[in-house]
């Protein structure tokens, strides 16, 4: 797997949900009453859908912020911005530690940078990354395991009797698929144990006038799918170890699920029932013992200051603005598509020229070699503006059977130039793109098929201007593009066979093509020295 890959999904996801992990914060600060805790949890649903995917969907506008200094075709504009950037910085520390005469620190600054652009640090890198992932992992497969087998060596019985009877109503009420429940000494409180076969394991101290509001709170966890929810932060956490702000969302997101559940189990529920409930709630607070992040189980341990808010509404209840929540879900819903906007717009690259050639004559004076020009330039392979133009024609000075006709914008502007002889042949076009002078080389683009597809169009293309160098243009090979400011530009060349090619002679055309943002030849050039022996 390439490290490209790994840095594009991680360097995207990390700076998407890190915006939407802090607006969470402020959201459950000031709005948490009127949105409510089931569309917090919602909201942080799709923080965790940002986290997991590795998807990333074509935006136009982000062909405009790619780098022209990230060579690899394989990142992303965002990553590549961010690579830059952060090359460029520790570059400018180390010439600034080399200004202070600190040499051997500036060295190794500036080794750091070059290694970032070379394959050596982002390969380190995907190493230490990939050994964080597995040691989050073996460190929640170590805690679950240990988990469960004080469980297992700590178990009971099931629950018998009335209390099963009451267990069971209760899941009938709220609608749930009985699990099986457990007494289990010592525990400090019930929990929501397991993701396949979840189990609920009681304390054997429970008090028989708490147990049913215990019973119930596990069964609101499990009916609101938590056990599913922790699998959902631990592989979070696990994949994005490196982020403080994933751990502290898994932690708000654990508290929000706790209180969407008291939500659900004080519904039904009268005044005193819910005070019943509350005080359930602070004898579990007093053992201050819950399972771990890493431990995929629910508890119902909650302290200090949170606990107040917790109890506090459960007893006055909350006034949550239905439209308000359903609009903030619509428009997370929203925000998440435009998350995963990270990719650039791909416009395949085709000319599709039409069958109509040229009408080659003899060129006698300076309005037919103008006439002439301006028939090639209404060829749809040039895709160039018409309108404005001032056409010249120069005979070359090496040679008076040669004729130049060039066209300028605004008097002084070149946007097209072809040589020719005076029986219109056309040696060379050239129909420049507007842009700086330095251009920089990445890798190519373009797929196996859309290579073949574009040379079958540039094979049509000179048929129309120059059947007979169209019929050897045989073999050909695309050369890496030239980048910038959103422009790209192929070279391509074309041989009259394979041996040609492998010895490097018997070129028959050499042109260059814009493939981005539109698909135009800007360079042409027949080799009529191959044309020569074909008669």
Not at 147 to 166: C, D, N, T, V
Not at 341 to 360: C, K, M, N, Y
Not at 416 to 437: H, L, T
Request: hydrophobic letters at 45%; glycine letters at 6%.
């Amino acid at each position: 797997m390439r490290t490209a890959l790994i840095y594009n999904f991680l360097i995207e996801a990390n700076i998407m949900a890190s915006i939407a992990i802090v607006l969470m914060m402020l959201l459950r600060k000031f709005l948490r009453r009127q949105l409510g805790n089931a569309a917090l949890c919602f909201g942080w649903l799709l923080v965790a859908v940002r986290l997991l995917l590795p998807l990333s969907l074509p935006n136009p506008l982000i062909n405009a912020i790619r780098s022209p200094f990230a060579m690899d075709q394989a990142i992303r504009p965002i990553p590549g911005q961010v690579k830059v950037r952060l090359t460029d910085a520790i570059s400018d520390v180390g010439y600034q530690l080399w200004n202070g005469n600190h040499i051997a620190a500036g060295n190794r600054a500036i080794s750091l940078a070059w290694d970032m652009e070379s394959a050596r640090l982002p390969i380190t890198l995907a190493k230490v990354y990939i050994a964080g992932v597995l040691a989050v992992i073996v460190w929640s497969v170590f805690c679950n395991v240990r988990f469960r087998l004080k469980l297992r060596a700590g178990r009971i019985e099931p629950i018998s009797g009335k209390l099963l009877e009451q267990y069971n109503d209760l899941c009938a009420k709220r609608g749930v698929r009985p699990v099986p429940v457990y007494f289990t000494d010592p525990l400090p409180s019930a929990c929501l144990v397991g993701v396949i076969k979840p189990c609920i394991a009681l304390p054997l101290t429970a008090a028989p006038q708490d147990v049913i509001h215990v019973l119930t709170h596990e069964v609101c966890h499990l009916k609101n799918g938590d056990h599913l929810w922790g699998v959902l932060r631990l592989a979070c956490c696990a994949l994005h170890w490196f982020n403080p702000l994933v751990w502290i969302a898994a932690a708000m997101s654990r508290t929000d699920s706790e209180l969407r559940c008291d939500d659900r189990v004080i519904a039904p529920m009268e005044y005193e029932e819910k005070r019943a409930y509350a005080n359930v709630l602070v004898l579990a607070a007093a053992r201050r013992n819950t399972p771990g992040m890493a431990v995929l189980a629910t508890g119902m341990t909650m302290t200090g200051r949170r606990l107040k808010t917790r109890v506090t509404t459960i007893l006055q209840g909350r006034g949550v603005l239905r439209w308000l929540s359903v609009s903030f879900m619509a428009l997370a819903c929203m925000c998440l598509v435009g998350a995963f906007a990270t990719g650039e717009v791909r416009a395949v690259p085709r000319l599709f020229p039409s069958q109509r050639a040229i009408s080659r004559t003899a060129i006698t004076n300076e309005q037919e070699a103008i006439d002439y020009g301006k028939a090639v330039l209404a060829l749809d392979g040039l895709k160039v503006s018409e309108n404005d133009l001032s056409w010249h024609v120069e005979t070359a000075a090496d040679d008076p059977d040669e004729c130049c006709v060039y066209a300028l914008a605004g008097g002084s502007i070149p946007v097209f130039e072809m040589y020719f002889d005076r029986a219109g042949n056309v040696k060379s076009i050239s129909a420049p793109v507007d842009g700086p002078d330095s251009w920089s080389a990445c890798e190519t683009s373009l797929t196996a098929e859309e290579q073949e597809n574009l040379a079958g169009d540039l094979r049509q293309f000179i048929a129309q201007i120059y059947p007979e160098a169209a019929e050897i243009c045989g073999i050909y090979q695309f050369a890496n593009e030239a980048w910038m400011d959103g422009k790209r530009i192929i070279d391509v060349t074309f041989w009259r066979g394979e041996e040609a090619r492998a010895y490097g002679y018997d070129v028959t055309a050499y042109l260059s093509v814009l493939i981005a943002p539109e698909t135009r030849v800007v360079y042409y050039d027949i080799r009529h020295g191959s044309l020569d022996g074909n008669g």
